[in-house]
């Protein structure tokens, strides 16, 4: 699979606007329930880097736990991102993203706290909350 992906995406009255690199053209859907609150089902994202915003004033971030934020549009509500603190990457929004024919559903996280009322047919790797704490939580002093 290719790395290094270029991509651009804006928000869907066009007031934001992104490039940015995807580490790798994957995507990965978080079903757990902030996610779910935030996106009215799984939020799909690809990882990325060296992600620049045109028309950064128009991006509200709102800090959902002690390590995370996630952005959004301020005129149209679209949801934009999430953000590790202090991280260079981002979790970019796969809506957002302007042509999304090159990237492929990889990974499910959160699979524990998936609601009965969907599933993805596509096969994936899949994390519990467990794992998924266990592989990215940040290391606790």
């Known amino acids: 699979m290719t790395q290094n992906v270029k991509l651009t995406g804006r928000c869907m ?5 992104l490039r940015c690199t995807a580490i790798e053209p994957k995507v990965t859907a978080c079903h757990c329930d902030m996610c779910r609150r935030w996106s009215s089902g799984p939020y799909f994202e690809v990882s990325c880097k060296d992600v620049t915003f045109e028309g950064e004033e128009n991006i509200t971030t709102i800090r959902s736990s ?5 952005g959004f549009c301020n005129k149209c509500g679209s949801n934009l991102f999430y953000h590790i603190i202090g991280s260079k990457d981002f979790q970019i929004a796969a809506g957002a993203i302007d042509d999304p024919s090159d990237l ?17 047919a596509e096969k994936t790797k899949t994390m519990t909350s467990d794992e998924v704490y266990a592989a990215f939580s940040p290391p606790h002093e």
């Open 13 to 17: 009255c066009g007031a934001v606007r």
């Open 66 to 70: 002690d390590w995370a934020e996630r």
């Open 104 to 120: 492929r559903l990889s990974l499910q996280v959160f699979t524990d706290r998936k609601p009965t009322f969907y599933s993805l």
